[in-house]
């Protein structure tokens, strides 16, 4: 099972747009800046989570990206599958054909384990992160850092 950078970036920018959603609309360059993530990459994020109705765009001055259903209506799962990350612990991905076309002995424990993961991050929501004291005390830090942050990385892998 791999939770790929882009699954864990685009949850993290989904938090970001969450934790300040009542600044209105929040632009990339904003969640770029206090996450260390280029541009360009939540560019290609967003462009998927907006084909998964879970942000809309702003156009114009004041513009930005803003969340589509609230931060209550929006589970960690949603953001994952969004950007097509696999939460599938099996080799066969499922299909069952892990040794020689056949399931393997342990096929259905990394089954078990896939299922438990979607349920697991299907319970938790936007709103449920934003109302933990310690994820508020990390953005509050990222806040106060502004401008100083450093150049926002460029992840190893691109999204086609």
Same mark, same amino acid.
């Given at each position: ?5 882009? @699954? ?27 996450? @260390? ?5 939540? #560019? !290609? ?7 998964? !109705?879970?942000? #809309?765009?702003?156009? @114009? ?16 799962? !949603? ?12 080799? $066969?991905?499922?299909? @069952?054909? $892990?040794?020689?076309?056949?399931? $393997? ?13 979607? #349920? ?26 502004? $401008? ?5 990385? #460029? ?6």
């Amino acid at each position: 099972m791999r939770l790929t950078t882009k @699954g864990r970036y685009a949850v993290t920018a989904m938090l970001d747009l969450a934790l300040h959603e009542s600044q209105g609309p929040i632009t990339l360059a904003d969640i770029s800046q206090r996450q @260390g993530v280029s541009i360009s990459y939540l #560019e !290609q994020l967003f462009a998927k989570l907006r084909r998964n !109705q879970l942000v #809309e765009s702003v156009r @114009g001055p004041g513009g930005g990206y803003r969340l589509s259903g609230g931060a209550a209506n929006i589970s960690v799962a !949603q953001i994952v599958e969004a950007v097509n990350d696999s939460m599938d612990a099996t080799r $066969c991905r499922g299909k @069952g054909d $892990c040794q020689s076309g056949d399931v $393997c002995l342990t096929h259905h424990l990394w089954s078990d384990l896939s299922d438990r993961l979607r #349920e697991f991050l299907d319970d938790i929501s936007l709103a449920e992160l934003v109302a933990r004291k310690e994820i508020r005390r990390v953005s509050d830090r990222q806040d106060q850092l502004g $401008c100083s942050r450093s150049v926002p990385i #460029e992840p190893l892998e691109r999204i086609i």
